[in-house]
Nanobody, 124 residues
């Protein structure tokens, strides 16, 4: 069984930055493509960013491109989401997910393991 645990959320003013971390355990971290998703109240969970097993390939939602950066450290079993120039519309619960087969993906259903989420609140 794979465990996924996010950390690093919090309250920040618009224009500020946060870095989310996601640690996994239970199997070799480099087996997984990883993704970040978010869900705002009353809305569906949406794709934010994804990274391949090696870290060589990344992908972003248009809404965060140029502001967010996904990265991973396979030696530390951790994936990160650096969020800069935050906007109130970035407010959501952010989820980390691991995919055990295939490459990185933008689809919620492609991921096998999910964390509990971490709240990010951006005040105006």
């Amino acid at each position: 069984q794979v465990q996924v645990v996010e950390s690093g959320g919090g309250l920040v003013q618009a224009g500020g930055s946060l870095r989310l971390s996601c640690a996994t355990s239970g199997r070799t971290f480099s087996y997984y493509a990883m993704g970040w998703f978010r869900q705002a109240p009353g809305k569906e969970r949406e794709f934010v960013a994804t990274i391949s097993r090696s870290g060589a390939n990344t992908g972003y939602a248009d809404s965060v491109k140029g502001r967010f950066t996904i990265s991973r450290d396979n030696a530390k079993n951790t994936v990160y989401l650096q969020m800069n120039s935050l906007k109130p519309e970035d407010t959501a619960v952010y989820f980390c997910a691991a995919r055990s087969s295939g490459g990185s993906s933008t689809y919620v259903d492609a991921y096998d393991y999910w964390g509990q989420g971490t709240q990010v609140t951006v005040s105006s």
